[in-house]
């Protein structure tokens, strides 16, 4: 059974930095493209970052670039968000979801989230 | 960036109506894209790929189609369990773009 279980999600002040981290199992963590999807309170999905089934390539929305950097252990069959310079409007749950191939495709298994607060 | 712009934003019906929510995309994605629903309190769950493509377990009532820069998904028989908010998503290229969401009501 596919499992992805996220963690440490906060409350930070703006301005503020933290990692957030993703365990899978019950697939070959390796073979396939991860990616963080965060919903705002009330709102809708809004696609953060994609990571290649390797680490080798990796994308961001334009509204976390230059302050967000997904990375992944594929030895500990894990995934990572390190957040920087949080704003307000990083609050949000954010999920770890497999994508369905390598490179990106369809999200087929979701995490349950972890839940960002920046707020001072 | 590709937008997605999804209509209606809410939708109401009653049990056994025949739903249609429309995706449309800023330029063409081909069939490159998906449909997932959400329940409050839960995680997205995936409906439909490459378009018109059912996912593994997913009731047969759900379907979607088109191509280019027009999407549908249409439940043929709405169930009590099929009250839910639906996204679509775009994954043409590698920065993804989700819709603004329809919620689904019971009417």
């Known amino acids: 059974e596919v499992q992805l279980v996220e963690s440490g999600g906060v409350v930070v002040q703006p301005g503020g930095s933290l990692r957030l981290s993703c365990a899978a199992s019950?697939?070959?963590?390796?073979?396939?493209?991860m990616h963080w999807v965060r919903q705002a309170p009330g709102k809708g999905l809004e696609w953060v970052s994609l990571i290649s089934w390797d680490g080798g390539s990796t994308y961001y929305a334009d509204s976390v670039k230059g302050r967000f950097t997904i990375s992944r252990d594929n030895s500990k069959n894990s995934l990572y968000l390190q957040m920087n310079s949080l704003r307000a409007e990083d609050t949000a749950l954010y999920y770890c979801a497999k994508d369905s191939g390598g490179t990106v495709g369809p999200l087929d298994y979701w995490g349950q989230g972890t839940l960002v607060t920046v707020s001072s | 960036d590709i937008q997605m712009t999804q209509s209606p934003s809410t939708l109401s019906a009653s049990v056994g109506d025949r739903v249609t929510i429309t995706c449309r995309a800023s330029q063409s994605i081909s069939s490159w894209l998906a449909w997932y629903q959400q329940k409050p309190g839960k995680a997205p769950k995936l409906l439909i790929y490459?378009?018109?493509s059912l996912e593994s377990g997913v009731p047969s009532r759900f379907s979607g189609s088109g191509s280019g820069t027009e999407f549908t998904l249409t439940i043929s028989s709405l169930q009590p369990d099929d009250f839910a908010t639906y996204y679509c998503?775009?994954?043409?290229?590698?920065?993804?773009?989700f819709g603004g969401g329809t919620k689904v009501e019971i009417k």
């Open positions: 490459k378009a018109s």
């Open positions: 998503q775009q994954y043409n290229s590698y920065s993804v773009t």
């Open positions: 019950g697939f070959t963590f390796d073979d396939y493209a």
